[in-house]
């Protein structure tokens, strides 16, 4: 079943999806799924209208992370 996947503006009329690397992040909403790394960056590169995306851990540290890091990261999966 599709899910809709919140964007966030972050500047420049760019827009990423945020991911968080615990279920027990204040952040997040009651409703809300997990996914695979490999998952969540193959996610990323089909969306047409996300630019990139943030992980974010319990102490509001954050990494961002745009399509082309995801493509070089996806490869580190396949050897």
């Known amino acids: 079943m599709p899910v809709s996947t919140p964007?966030?503006?972050i500047g420049h009329g760019q827009k990423a999806v945020v991911l968080f690397t615990?279920?027990?992040?204040?952040?997040?909403?009651?409703?809300?799924g997990g996914i695979e790394w490999k998952r969540a960056l193959e996610m990323l590169l089909k969306m047409p209208q996300?630019?990139?995306?943030i992980l974010q851990n319990n102490e509001s540290a954050w990494v961002g992370i745009d399509k082309q890091k995801a493509t070089v990261l996806l490869e580190s999966f396949s050897g």
Do not use: E, M, Y
């Not at 996300?50 to 995306?53: E, I, P, V, W």
């Open 50 to 53: 996300a630019d990139g995306l």
């Open 7 to 9: 964007l966030v503006d």
């Open 22 to 32: 615990s279920k027990d992040n204040a952040n997040l909403n009651k409703n809300f």
